[in-house]
């Protein structure tokens, strides 16, 4: 059974740092590009980061460039996002995503920028 669980999410003032783990299980996780997107309500989900299977290639969204960095760890089938310098803009229901061919989502972590 393919699973994908998120963790690492919560409040966190401006300026401060989160690192959200997504955590794979049930697939060949080396395989797989993995993708954070987050979604906010009334709003299409954002693609924010990619990396590819080897980790070797990442690609960002221009609104996070320079701030956020997605990283993995094949050997424990985990994805990473490494956000600092956090805004209210960042703001959202983070997702992680496993694609190849078909497409695996976990269930959501939350992530709220406040002071």
């Known amino acids: 059974q393919v699973r994908l669980v998120e963790s690492g999410g919560g409040l966190v003032q401006p300026g401060g740092s989160l690192r959200l783990s997504c955590a794979a299980s049930?697939?060949?996780?080396?395989?797989?590009?993995m993708r954070w997107y987050r979604q906010v309500p009334g709003k299409e989900r954002e693609l924010v980061a990619t990396i590819a299977g080897n980790g070797r290639s990442t690609t960002y969204a221009d609104s996070v460039k320079g701030r956020f960095t997605i990283s993995r760890d094949n050997a424990e089938n985990t994805v990473y996002l490494q956000m600092n310098s956090l805004r209210p803009d960042d703001t959202g229901v983070y997702y992680c995503m496993a694609i190849r061919i078909t497409a695996y989502w976990g269930q959501g972590t939350q992530v709220t920028v406040s002071s």
């Open positions: 049930g697939f060949t996780f080396s395989m797989y590009a």
